[in-house]
């Protein structure tokens, strides 16, 4: 299976990419590939709404997001890897979701699998509800079929959830895979 990890981490050695990378050995280990895509580096415009793409693009912006449209189209997967900033996902990884009104009907029509990778700075059992609430539309709308999501909570630093339960929790998620 081909995985897209779609990373909206600003911290390039952040919490949430260190349990992207648990579950990615974990993938790969299991026979899969993956393709990551940082979304939170590379160059994507806000979606203004158009609507010149049709709802099937191409979209008329010039910028990182034809690439990305393409790799995510060619993948069987998209995981969902995001800090929780103020209980949702991260400005850079909402950027490039509004972007998939371009292929919308694409990723529908494929009914690919996801998962979602968070970490936060909170451990209330609430910390991940309206994060999880917006995954868990994503995954209606767009057709898509839930693997699993590691919500890591209490992960304040990385040294910390380098050192958590969460990290083999990732590890598993992408070991498990089918």
């Not at 939170?40 to 099937?56: K, R």
């Amino acid at each position: 299976m081909k995985i897209a990890i779609l990373e909206g981490s600003p911290n390039r050695n952040g919490s949430s990419n260190t349990l992207a990378e648990s579950f990615i050995r974990g993938a790969e280990e299991a026979g899969h590939t993956v393709e990551i895509i940082d979304t939170a580096h590379a160059d994507i415009h806000p979606c203004t709404g158009c609507v010149n793409c049709g709802y099937e693009g191409p979209c008329v912006q010039r910028d990182d997001v034809e690439n990305i449209r393409r790799i995510i189209l060619d993948s069987d997967m998209i995981v969902f890897v995001t800090p929780l900033y103020y209980y949702g996902m991260s400005a850079q990884l909402k950027m490039m979701i509004d972007r998939f009104c371009a292929f919308n009907t694409s990723i529908n029509r494929k009914h690919m699998k996801s998962a979602l990778i968070s970490a936060a700075w909170n451990s209330d059992d609430w910390t991940f509800d309206a994060l999880e609430a917006h995954y868990d539309t994503l995954v209606k709308y767009l057709n898509l079929e839930d693997m699993g999501r590691v919500l890591g909570r209490g992960c304040v630093t990385p040294s910390m959830t380098k050192s958590s339960a969460y990290v083999r929790k990732a590890y598993e998620l992408g070991k498990s895979l089918k």
